[in-house]
């Protein structure tokens, strides 16, 4: 029964008529609202039924513990240093799961779909990439990588098998994180974030009402617009330093972060000046990595923010920084 008076919600102006909107081409039907990106591998990789499926060695263990949770069999695979994933022979069954990087990686798509049948597309760093709607193809999205919200991911592919028993989430309890960060800064939040994220680290679920509500009045466009001027700016600004060898790298896209790889490793001086750089994935830090590129990823890759917070001349003190602490490590 709906109700009716009492105190006033929060003003949440909706933008658009649902999340599909978000992508052209996209209908309501094509995509199943979920409380995170693991959820929608966890779906993706149900309705699938594999037999073994690939996945990246650089990649969150938390991906990995999905498809155990599972019980499917899988193989891991190295990723070449243009972030490309390698050229793999699977049998009619079996799947891959590959990764678009940083965002930056929507050309390697195609490639990708041309070459396997049954592919999971992990966009959870590339909201603005296009899914690809084909039978045997299931894109996934994460969406507070991008837009403040304490959980959401999405499941896009042109066939969703109905899900029997799918419980809706709630987030009240862990939305403390957002508010909490702008009365008092994001660093006085990050334990309260950390928090927020443990809580539904297991529970695969409908995305929340209120999760939907903050998501249907962001405006996407401004997101989109602010993301690729930051990239593009700091590309700019660092192209000479970075030893990254992609040649993705310099094309303008709305990316999750503008990725530089260094020599040197920078990113507790970085810290020490609030710019918050978050290291992917540190279990890789071990002797069985070393030499490869995955271990130089996950000990030298800054991952600088670009987000619809900052403007141009932000870019250009992250840059500042950047260069500053570069020089001071070359003359260690």
């Known amino acids: 029964m709906r109700e009716y008076g009492g105190y006033l919600p929060l003003e949440l102006t909706p933008l658009h008529s649902d999340l599909a909107s978000l992508w052209n081409g996209v209908k309501s039907d094509n995509i199943l609202a979920l409380n995170s990106g693991r959820a929608a591998i966890y779906y993706a990789l149900q309705m699938m039924k594999p037999e073994k499926v690939y996945v990246p060695h650089y990649i969150c263990k938390t991906v990995v513990d999905v498809v155990e949770r599972l019980g499917i069999p899988y193989k891991k695979y190295y990723i070449a240093e243009d972030l490309r994933c390698p050229s793999l022979s699977l049998k009619e069954n079996e799947c891959i799961l590959v990764v678009n990087y940083f965002g930056i990686l929507d050309s390697y798509i195609a490639e990708y779909i041309r070459q396997y049948k ?25 969406y507070r990588k991008f837009v403040g919200v304490s959980d959401g991911g999405a499941l896009v592919a042109s066939c969703l098998r109905p899900l029997a028993n799918l419980q809706k989430d709630t987030s009240y309890s862990r939305i403390n994180f957002l508010i909490k960060a702008i009365e008092c800064g994001t660093n006085a939040a990050y334990m309260d974030y950390q928090a927020a994220i443990a809580s539904f680290a297991d529970e695969y679920l409908e995305m929340s009402l209120f999760t939907r509500r903050l998501l249907l009045s962001v405006n996407y466009k401004y997101v989109k617009t602010m993301r690729m001027q930051n990239y593009a700016a700091l590309h700019t600004f660092l192209q000479q330093y970075n030893r990254l060898k992609c040649s993705e790298l310099g094309k303008n896209t709305a990316a999750c972060w503008y990725p530089l790889l260094l020599a040197e490793d920078i990113s507790a001086a970085m810290i020490k000046n609030k710019v918050y750089v978050p290291r992917l994935w540190k279990e890789l830090l071990n002797e069985h990595f070393t030499g490869t590129f995955e271990y130089e990823c996950s ?23 950047v260069k500053r602490y570069i020089v001071a490590a070359m003359k260690e």
């Open 118 to 142: 049954n592919i999971i597309i992990d966009n959870t760093q590339a909201l603005f990439c296009p899914p690809v709607l084909k039978d045997g193809v299931y894109n996934v999205y994460s």
């Open 299 to 321: 000990s030298h890759l800054l991952l600088l923010p670009i987000d619809q917070r900052y403007t141009i001349a932000d870019m250009q003190y992250i840059a500042s920084l």
